[in-house]
């Protein structure tokens, strides 16, 4: 009399017959990977849009550098201009989708940017540290105004003699014994030299206001 095998598989080198404890517990592991591997790209998926997000408010000279595609460039742009809250919403998951279709090196590029916006570059903390000495330098020495143009021809030399001339008169105190005090001239010349150490308009692209590093 033959004998009859049980229908099942092998997994290394085990027989697990199908119905079997252990053919239902393989299945509930099986089960809980693939359960696991949907977590997994859902978060990753979450984590991506949420780096997209973060896109809208990168400067615009770190922008350049991302090799970014024209169809998430747009889509950017266009995101900043919508007010309504489900087009935005809407704009945000597209975003989300074209940042998946972004390879390693370019999400990395993209956190790097958005680190050094955040933290700021060893540049952009010596260029501040600078732009108070000189500040300062130029509202107490009158040959520093000199060297200043020497190194940084493009300057306003008008506006800069002008701002000169009122922070020194702001910083005059109206009654002996009085704290010197700093007005808006003070924090423009800050803002003046720090764009030109840096190379672009701070205004615009950068993360802080002038007199915001200043006391």
Same mark, same amino acid.
């Given at each position: 009399m033959s004998r009859k095998f049980k229908k099942g598989y092998f997994v290394r080198g085990e027989f697990v017959a199908e119905g079997s404890e252990r053919d239902l517990e393989l299945k509930r592991e099986l089960k809980g990977t693939d359960d696991q591997s949907r977590t997994d790209l859902k978060r990753e998926s979450l984590e991506l849009q949420k780096l997209g997000e973060d896109l809208l408010t990168l400067r615009a000279d770190l922008m350049k550098r991302l090799d970014l595609t024209e169809k998430l460039k747009d889509a950017i742009a266009e995101a900043k201009r919508i007010t309504n809250f489900e087009g935005k919403r809407r704009q945000m998951q597209f975003i989300g989708k074209q940042m998946r279709l972004i390879d390693e090196t370019g999400v990395y590029n993209i956190r790097a940017?958005?680190?050094?916006?955040?933290?700021?570059?060893?540049?952009?903390?010596?260029?501040?540290?600078?732009?108070? !000495?000189?500040?300062?330098?130029? !509202?107490?020495?009158?040959?520093?105004?000199?060297?200043? !143009?020497?190194?940084?021809?493009?300057?306003?030399t008008q506006q800069l003699r002008a701002l000169i001339r009122q922070a020194r008169?702001?910083?005059?105190?109206?009654?002996?014994?009085?704290?010197v005090r700093h007005g808006r001239a003070y924090r423009d010349i800050f803002q003046i030299v720090r764009q030109q150490l840096l190379g672009y308009d701070v205004t615009e692209t950068g993360p802080h206001q002038a007199g915001d590093e200043t006391p």
């Open positions: 940017a958005l680190a050094e916006q955040n933290n700021g570059s060893a540049r952009e903390n010596y260029a501040l540290h600078q732009a108070e !000495i000189w500040r300062d330098r130029l !509202i107490a020495e009158e040959e520093a105004f000199g060297e200043w !143009i020497t190194q940084h021809a493009d300057t306003d008169k702001d910083a005059k105190p109206e009654k002996p014994g009085e704290a």
